[in-house]
Nanobody, 123 residues
Framework: QEQLVESGGGSVQPGGSLRLSCAASGFTLDRYAIAWFRQAPGREREGIVCINNSGSNTWYRDSVKDRFTISRDNAKNTVYLQMNSLKPEDTAVYYC????????????????WGQGTQVTVSS
């Protein structure tokens, strides 16, 4: 089966850090651009970062710029999202997704999706 499996979510205090992982199985991840989306309760799913297939180009939404870093290790078939200086408004379910077009943050354009991992930031 072709799957993306996410891990690394959890509960942290404001100012804390988490590192999310997205590992592919059943297909070669280096053929795809990768994006991370998040969805908070009662809100629409929002694309926050993306990276092209080689890792040479990245894009960040202003709300996470300078706090989050996306990277990939194609030899391990894995993409990472390092999240620092977390804020309560970062609380959401986070999803990784693989698709053919770098920089396109339309959910319907992505072929593969992870199951989602919960990130909770509170005191």
């Amino acid at each position: 089966q072709e799957q993306l499996v996410e891990s690394g979510g959890g509960s942290v205090q404001p100012g804390g850090s988490l590192r999310l992982s997205c590992a592919a199985s059943g297909f070669t991840l280096d053929r795809y651009a990768i994006a991370w989306f998040r969805q908070a309760p009662g809100r629409e799913r929002e694309g926050i970062v993306c990276i092209n297939n080689s890792g040479s180009n990245t894009w960040y939404r202003d709300s996470v710029k300078d706090r989050f870093t996306i990277s990939r290790d194609n030899a391990k078939n894995t993409v990472y999202l390092q999240m620092n200086s977390l804020k309560p408004e970062d609380t959401a379910v986070y999803y990784c997704a693989a698709g053919p077009w770098f920089g396109v943050l339309i959910p319907a354009e992505y072929k593969y999706w992870g199951q989602g991992t919960q990130v909770t930031v509170s005191s």
